[in-house]
C-alpha cells in the first residue's frame, strides 16, 4: 500500500469514527434522560453518568468500539436506594460500586465470562433485543386527563408512525446504495429537518426533558463516613458491581463476534471501575456497556477508540452549547433507529436452531430472555442460565462413567474407568464394583478417566475401607498429576501406582 493509499484510508476511517460517534451521542440523549427520570433524578445525573463512563471507557476500555453510559439494568438496582436514603447515597454507592469492579479486575476475574454457555449468550441477547424494543412503547403514549399514560391516537399516531417508518426505511435502504456516511445519522438528521422545517406538531426530545447544563463539578457524596453508611450502601454496590460487569462482558463478546476479534475483559473490569469512582465523585448514577449503542457504533463503521471518545465529548457539547438544538429531534427519529437497534440485536439464527441444538439450550435460552424481559435483571438472568447448565452439564457427564472389567493373568481384577468422577457420578461408580466377590487385588485404571471433586476422593476412600475390611488391596493406576494432588489426603489407605501418567496444564490468562 502507497503512502497515498494509507493516507486516505486513515482519513476514510477517522471519518467513520466521528460520524459514528455523532450518532452514538445523538441516541444517548433520550436513553441517559430515561433512565434517570427513572431513578427520580435530574436528567443532567444521567448525561454527565454517560459522557463520564463513556470517555474513560473509551479511553482505557478492554473493547475499542464498545459503548458505555448510562443503563437501565443500573438505574432499576438504584430506584429503592434513591427512594429511601436519597441521591448523596447514590453517588455513594457509584463509588463503591467501582472500587469493587477494580478488585474484580485486579484479580483477574473477568475471564469467568467464557464460563457462560452459548445458550444464555443468546438468551441474554434476545431478551435485551426485547427490552429495547418495549422500552420504545412509551413514547407512543401521553399524559390522558388523570395523568395515567395513554396511548396516542388519530394524527399524533399517523404522524409518529410515519417518521419512525421513515427512519426505519433510511437506515435499511441507505446502505445498500452508500457507505459514505453512517445510515443512521442521516435518518436522523432527515427526519429532523423535515420536523424542524415544516414545524410539524410530534413530541421531541425537549419534551422529555431540557439538556441544557454547565460542566459537571467534583462532589464528595454528603453521607457519614461509618459503618452504619456501609451497610446501606454496599448490597446496592455489590449488584451495581456484578450487573454492570456482566452486562459489559457480555457486550464485550457480542462485539468481539461482530468483529472479529477479541477484546480484554480484565482491562475492560479495570476501566468500568475507575469510569464509576469518577463518576459517583461528579455526580452520576454510575453505568456501564450499553448493547445497542454499541451495536450502533459498531455497524455504523465505529471500531476504534475515537469513535467513544466523539460520543462522549459531543454529548457534553450536547449539554454545554447544543441543547436548543438536540431539544428539537423528534423522538419518533430516536425510536425508528432503537427499533432497527433491536432488530439487529435480536439473534434470528437461534430460532433456526430449535430443532437442532438439545432441548435443556433451548429451554435455558427460553429462560434467559424471560427473565430478562420480565425482571430486567440481567445478573439474574445469566445466574439461572448457568446454573441450569451447568446441572445439565453435571448430569449428562453423570451418566457417561462405565467401567470395563477383565481379570488379569496375575488374578488381579482390573476396572478400566471411563468418564469423570464427581459429584454426580459417584453412585454409578461405586455400583460398578462387586467387592464380595472379587479376588484379593484390584487394580482401578483412570487412564481415561479423572478424579475431579472432594466428593470423589470420598469416594474412593469408601471403596477402598470397604476392601480393606474384606483384607483386599487396590491399586490406583494412571492417575494424572492433578488427580494425586486431590488424593494426597488418603495417600494412608490408597495405594497409588503412577504408571505412565499423563500431564495437565492449565492455561493462564495474561492481564495486560
Known amino acids: 500500500m502507497t503512502f497515498v493509499e494509507l493516507l486516505k484510508n486513515t482519513q476514510l476511517t477517522a471519518k467513520n469514527e466521528i460520524l459514528s460517534g455523532l450518532t452514538v451521542a445523538l441516541a444517548l440523549v433520550p436513553e441517559a434522560i430515561a433512565f434517570s427520570l427513572i431513578v427520580n433524578v435530574s436528567p443532567l445525573v444521567g448525561l454527565y453518568s454517560a459522557f463520564i463512563v463513556g470517555l474513560v471507557t473509551a479511553l482505557f476500555g478492554g473493547r475499542p468500539g464498545m459503548i458505555s453510559g448510562a443503563t437501565g439494568a443500573i438505574a432499576v438496582v438504584i430506584v429503592s436506594l434513591v427512594a429511601r436514603h436519597g441521591v448523596e447515597y447514590l453517588f455513594a454507592?457509584?463509588?463503591?460500586?467501582?472500587?469493587?469492579?477494580?478488585?474484580?479486575?485486579?484479580?483477574?476475574?473477568?475471564?469467568?465470562?467464557?464460563?457462560?454457555?452459548?445458550?444464555?449468550?443468546?438468551?441474554?441477547?434476545?431478551?435485551?433485543?426485547?427490552?429495547?424494543?418495549?422500552?420504545?412503547?412509551?413514547?407512543?403514549?401521553?399524559?390522558?386527563?388523570?395523568?395515567?399514560?395513554?396511548?396516542?391516537?388519530g394524527t399524533p399516531l399517523s404522524i409518529m408512525l410515519g417518521f419512525v417508518l421513515a427512519t426505519m426505511a433510511i437506515i435499511y435502504f441507505l446502505p445498500k446504495l452508500t457507505k459514505a456516511v453512517p445510515a443512521s445519522l442521516v435518518a436522523i438528521v432527515s427526519v429532523s429537518a423535515v420536523v424542524i422545517s415544516f414545524d410539524i406538531p410530534t413530541r421531541t426530545v425537549g419534551d422529555i426533558a431540557s439538556i441544557a447544563g454547565g460542566l459537571p463539578q467534583f462532589h464528595l457524596p454528603s453521607v457519614p463516613l461509618n459503618f452504619e453508611t456501609l451497610s446501606i450502601i454496599f448490597p446496592y454496590a455489590l449488584i451495581m458491581a456484578l450487573v454492570g460487569l456482566i452486562e459489559s462482558l457480555l457486550t464485550l463478546t457480542v462485539i468481539d463476534e461482530m468483529t472479529e476479534t477479541r477484546g480484554r475483559g480484565n482491562k475492560e473490569c479495570l476501566a468500568q471501575g475507575g469510569a464509576n469512582v469518577l463518576t459517583g465523585f461528579f455526580g452520576g448514577m454510575g453505568g456501564c456497556a450499553?448493547?445497542?449503542?454499541?451495536?450502533?457504533?459498531?455497524?455504523?463503521?465505529?471500531?476504534?477508540?475515537?469513535?467513544?471518545?466523539?460520543?462522549?465529548?459531543?454529548?457534553?457539547?450536547?449539554?454545554?452549547?447544543?441543547?436548543?438544538?438536540?431539544?428539537?429531534?423528534?423522538?419518533?427519529?430516536?425510536?425508528?433507529?432503537?427499533?432497527?437497534?433491536?432488530?439487529?440485536?435480536?439473534?434470528?439464527?437461534?430460532?433456526?436452531?430449535?430443532?437442532?441444538?438439545?432441548?435443556a439450550d433451548i429451554?435455558?435460552?427460553?429462560?434467559?430472555?424471560?427473565?430478562?424481559v420480565v425482571f430486567h435483571?440481567?445478573?439474574?438472568?445469566?445466574?439461572?442460565?448457568v446454573v441450569i447448565s451447568a446441572l445439565v452439564f453435571a448430569w449428562e457427564n453423570a451418566t457417561r462413567?462405565?467401567?470395563?472389567?477383565?481379570?488379569?493373568?496375575?488374578?488381579?481384577?482390573?476396572?478400566?474407568?471411563?468418564?469423570?468422577?464427581?459429584?454426580?457420578?459417584?453412585?454409578?461408580?461405586?455400583?460398578?464394583?462387586?467387592?464380595?466377590?472379587?479376588?484379593q487385588e484390584v487394580i482401578i485404571d483412570f487412564k481415561e478417566s479423572r478424579v475431579v471433586d472432594h466428593s470423589a476422593i470420598e469416594s474412593l476412600n469408601r471403596l477402598t475401607e470397604r476392601y480393606a475390611?474384606?483384607?483386599?488391596?487396590?491399586?490406583?493406576?494412571?492417575l494424572s498429576a492433578d488427580c494425586r494432588n486431590l488424593l494426597d489426603n488418603a495417600a494412608s489407605i490408597i495405594d497409588v501406582n503412577y504408571i505412565e501418567d499423563p500431564k495437565y496444564k492449565v492455561v493462564a490468562d495474561e492481564l495486560a
Request: no cysteine.
Open 469 to 478: 475390611k474384606l483384607g483386599k488391596t487396590v491399586h490406583l493406576r494412571h
Open 93 to 153: 454507592a457509584v463509588v463503591l460500586m467501582g472500587i469493587i469492579q477494580i478488585g474484580i479486575g485486579l484479580l483477574r476475574l473477568g475471564k469467568f465470562i467464557r464460563l457462560v454457555p452459548h445458550p444464555v449468550m443468546f438468551g441474554f441477547v434476545n431478551g435485551l433485543a426485547i427490552v429495547i424494543f418495549l422500552s420504545q412503547l412509551d413514547q407512543f403514549k401521553v399524559a390522558g386527563a388523570d395523568t395515567s399514560l395513554v396511548w396516542l391516537s
Open 290 to 359: 450499553m448493547i445497542g449503542q454499541s451495536i450502533i457504533n459498531v455497524s455504523s463503521g465505529g471500531r476504534n477508540r475515537l469513535s467513544g471518545i466523539v460520543a462522549a465529548v459531543a454529548l457534553l457539547m450536547f449539554i454545554l452549547i447544543g441543547a436548543p438544538l438536540i431539544e428539537k429531534i423528534p423522538m419518533a427519529a430516536l425510536v425508528g433507529l432503537m427499533f432497527m437497534v433491536a432488530i439487529g440485536t435480536f439473534e434470528w439464527a437461534s430460532l433456526k436452531v430449535i430443532r437442532k441444538v438439545p432441548a
Open 401 to 439: 462413567i462405565r467401567a470395563r472389567k477383565h481379570i488379569g493373568p496375575d488374578g488381579a481384577k482390573h476396572y478400566h474407568i471411563y468418564g469423570p468422577l464427581f459429584f454426580g457420578s459417584v453412585a454409578a461408580f461405586q455400583e460398578t464394583f462387586d467387592i464380595l466377590d472379587d479376588p
Open 363 to 372: 429451554i435455558v435460552m427460553v429462560i434467559v430472555a424471560v427473565v430478562t
Open 377 to 385: 435483571n440481567l445478573a439474574v438472568a445469566v445466574l439461572i442460565g
